[in-house]
């Protein structure tokens, strides 16, 4: 798993676990490998994916400067990467998820925005999720001021960004002025080639690939969906923007519902009466 303080030993730690898996009494797990990056942060989690065949891992570091947040010019920001486990033994890094604020050379020039310098948020990474383990084609990442960014991974080697979406400034969230704060695990739903998540300051947003930005495989009897172009603006829609969605749930039976009502009013009476 990911973690450690930035004493050296930040990074990705390889465990074996097989005493725990065999019930062993007073199990030790042993460390197999060790494994840390130049721009290293605050190690966030590690989630295992295999493309083509191949073992890989999807890390995120989270925020900036480690082991506690920064906000200076020259705190790194880990942001994510792809490491190649195939040698559990020499685990490596195979290419990096990052955005040009995240880049030292930038860095200095933005922390005066709305938000960036925050120790525990500005422009950097919190987590990043997958659809599915095997082949996931894409993984998705909440970078908390930056918001959702989406990348391209069936190419392990050489990741780029496809769509994004941010919701600062979105309407109806109660305050226009309110930054976007993106912490938390992105989920799919590949059917409808949406990616669900939650901004801390603005609440849930159910967010629409669009234009082909993500080919996912079609559920028996759904369909796809294709409008705006990805990389712009447009390149993924949220929920509240007018487009109809999908019904998710199941329909509650009126008759049911007259019941629950009933039984609760003659409730209410037995109660007063008592």
Not at 5 to 12: H, M, V
């Amino acid at each position: 798993g990911a973690g450690g303080n930035n004493n050296g030993s930040a990074g990705l730690v390889v465990l074996d676990v097989s005493q725990v898996q065999q019930r062993q009494a007073n199990p030790q797990p042993t460390v197999v490998s060790r494994l840390t990056w130049g721009n290293v942060s605050i190690p966030q989690n590690a989630m295992p994916v295999t493309i083509h065949g191949h073992h890989y891992l999807v890390e995120i570091d989270e925020f900036a400067g480690g082991p506690i947040p920064g906000s200076g010019p020259n705190d790194a920001v880990g942001a994510g990467r792809i490491i190649d486990i195939e040698n559990e033994l020499h685990p490596f890094v195979v290419s990096n998820l990052r955005l040009a604020v995240h880049m030292p050379s930038i860095r200095p020039s933005v922390l005066a925005d709305p938000g960036a310098n925050s120790p525990v948020g500005g422009y950097a990474g919190h987590y990043c999720g997958v659809p599915r383990e095997v082949d996931p084609e894409i993984v998705a990442c909440s970078m908390i001021l930056s918001g959702l960014r989406v990348f391209d991974i069936r190419d392990p080697t050489a990741p780029r960004e496809i769509a994004y979406f941010n919701s600062s400034g979105q309407p109806g969230t109660g305050d226009p002025n309110a930054q976007a704060f993106a912490m938390a695990r992105p989920s799919f739903v590949p059917e409808r080639n949406e990616i669900w998540y939650a901004d801390g300051n603005s609440g849930f947003y159910a967010v629409r690939l669009t234009n082909g930005a993500w080919h996912s495989t079609p559920a028996t009897g759904s369909t796809s969906t294709s409008a705006a172009s990805a990389g712009t603006g447009d390149a993924v829609q949220g929920a509240g923007t007018g487009q109809d969605h999908p019904a998710t749930g199941g329909s509650i039976p009126l008759a049911l519902v007259a019941g629950c009502v009933l039984a609760a009013m003659l409730l209410r009476h037995v109660r007063r009466g008592a």
